[in-house]
């Protein structure tokens, strides 16, 4: 499976408004991909109104497999899918499924 990087951070964020995700499952899908709490709290405290500032960040710091990444599957569409698929937005999993097939 291929593996992703910061610089596929734009595609991943298009992909995500394009799937219409619900910005405000941000900290659901940051702790599913591997990042620990401490982290996403410090997120959160960061960006006060700002939800897609979150995902954003979120995102950067699972592409730079930062805490649990590698063990939740990686940084990895497959990963991000799963992911999706736990936090209730099976919508925007297929979506980025039939993109990544």
Do not use: C, H
């Not at 593996?3 to 599913?32: A, H, P, Q, T």
């Not at 497959?78 to 925007?92: H, N, R, S, T, Y």
């Amino acid at each position: 499976m291929m593996k992703l990087e910061i610089k596929d951070l734009n595609d991943i964020l298009s992909m995500l408004r394009n799937s219409k995700f619900d910005y405000v499952k941000w900290r659901d899908l940051g702790l599913e991909l591997g990042l620990n709490l401490i982290r996403v709290n410090l997120i959160e405290n960061d960006n006060p109104q700002d939800t897609e500032a979150r995902l954003k960040r979120t995102l950067e710091i699972w592409l730079n497999r930062i805490d649990d990444v590698d063990k939740k599957g990686g940084a990895t569409w497959k990963a991000l899918v799963d992911a999706l698929e736990k936090i209730g937005q099976k919508p925007v999993a297929e979506k980025i499924k039939d993109y990544i097939d």
